[in-house]
């Protein structure tokens, strides 16, 4: 009783309590606690240029061993989200993560209760971006998500499924962009919820469905509106600066805003491939983002790094 007490304490301690909130999307969750204490979880976490990251996560198994298992992955996603990073590449390194914790569990003494236990975990990963109204889907094992557009159709992502993780070979975790109209509510679930919710002859996919055509927050997911597209910047700092005039931003950070956007550009067309793409993104903060087409992926180091000597 007192293991089953903690697990169950553990397992709601681990679950975010008050989910990131978004101006470009709404979110709802719907979480089901395992009596015995399950290792089921979801994440809503904040990316740059106005991103936001869903997660859904099932790790198998009952008692405080799948909890604390579920506390340690999303501690890993959290991490790994700050890299920012595409989630085929993100679910990659989350089954690197997974791989050394099965590892860990099997060198554990005959007596530990982790030791033999095999870890099996699948994920969902999802990155929308309000800009181009996209989702970019990558899965580990759990259903395909289900999208409800703004006229009331319903259909399932064709999304390719990925290994579960930390399962042996090296089959990649193919991610999927999709087009999602503004208005459109996107349905991610663990497989324990995918007949009730997310299959199309689901007791519950009716009222999936109904939730496309009124203004109701049932679904993890609901996206309230896009960033307008004036506020995107195709190129050059001339453009810049008229844009950030519209937007009535301040000369000191318009100037700064300049400066930033002649040094990242002109490093991407020294260093870069074309085409190269500049985004000025005026939602909830100011960002500024310049990419290329080169395959080699440029890693600054953080502030508490610093920078190498030259």
């Known amino acids: 009783m007192r293991e089953w007490v903690v697990a169950l304490t553990v397992q709601r301690r681990l679950l975010p309590e008050h989910p990131a909130t978004q101006n470009t999307m709404d979110i709802s969750h719907l979480h089901l606690p395992d009596p015995e204490g ?53 679910l990659a390194r989350l089954s690197d993560t997974t791989v050394r914790l099965a590892t860990a ?103 999936l469905n109904s939730v496309g055509r009124r203004p109701r927050r049932e679904v993890l997911g609901r996206h309230r509106r896009g960033v307008p597209s004036a506020r995107m910047l195709p190129s050059g700092r001339l453009a810049v600066r008229r844009q950030l005039d519209v937007w009535g931003v301040d000369e000191e950070t318009a100037y700064t805003v300049q400066l930033t956007v002649s040094e990242l550009v002109g490093n991407a067309v020294r260093y870069g491939a074309p085409p190269l793409r500049l985004r000025l993104i005026h939602e909830r903060m ?18 508490r790094t610093g920078f190498p000597p030259e």
């Open 38 to 90: 399950g290792g089921a979880w979801f994440d809503v976490i904040d990316l740059p240029g106005a991103r936001t990251a869903l997660i859904v996560g099932e790790v198998t198994g009952h008692g405080i061993l799948a909890a604390i298992t579920t506390g340690l992955l999303r501690t890993a996603i959290h991490t790994l989200a700050a890299l920012d990073l595409q989630p085929d590449e993100l």
């Open 105 to 207: 569990y099997a060198a554990r003494p005959p007596e530990d209760p982790r030791h033999g236990q095999p870890l099996t975990v699948g994920c969902t990963i999802t990155v929308y971006d309000p800009v181009e109204l996209t989702a970019t889907i990558a899965l580990a094992g759990l259903p395909e998500p289900v999208a409800i557009l703004p006229d009331g159709t319903s259909a399932g992502l064709s999304v390719s499924r990925g290994p579960l993780l930390a399962e042996t070979g090296d089959a990649p975790f193919p991610a999927t962009t999709a087009n999602l109209p503004e208005g459109s509510i996107l349905a991610l679930g663990t497989a324990a919820l995918a007949d009730e919710v997310l299959a199309s002859s689901g007791p519950l996919r009716p009222l």
């Open 286 to 303: 100011l960002t500024c983002e310049v990419s290329d087409s080169a395959t080699s992926w440029a890693e600054l180091p953080t502030p």
